[in-house]
């Protein structure tokens, strides 16, 4: 299933720098950092690359209420860099 995840989002991140909980999710995530990097934009793409989330600003939460059941892909900018990694979301 990791595979169907990729498709259409390159390069992957797990284990980065960010830490998102709780994963698997329901109705509300949190984005700590382990430095002192700034998350600027969250984006959630959906298993076929599809963007289904968006988010600007300087935030540490996040609601996933409206998301279906299924495998994400969150990808967290700061200034530096891009860093994705997987979400699931139950219901």
């Not at 980065?16 to 990097?37: L, M, T």
């Not at 059941?69 to 990694?85: A, L, T």
Request: net charge positive; proline share 3%.
């Amino acid at each position: 299933m990791e595979e169907a995840c990729g498709v259409g989002i390159p390069d992957i991140i797990l284990n980065s720098e960010f830490s998102v909980y709780p994963n698997p999710a329901e109705k509300e995530i949190y984005i700590s950092g382990n430095n002192k990097e700034i998350i600027k934009e969250v984006n959630i793409y959906n298993q076929i690359g599809q963007k289904v989330l968006h988010k600007t600003g300087i935030t540490n939460t996040l609601d996933v209420s409206m998301l279906k059941q299924g495998i994400y892909v969150i990808e967290m900018v700061s200034k530096e860099r891009k860093i994705r990694e997987k979400l699931i979301i139950k219901k």
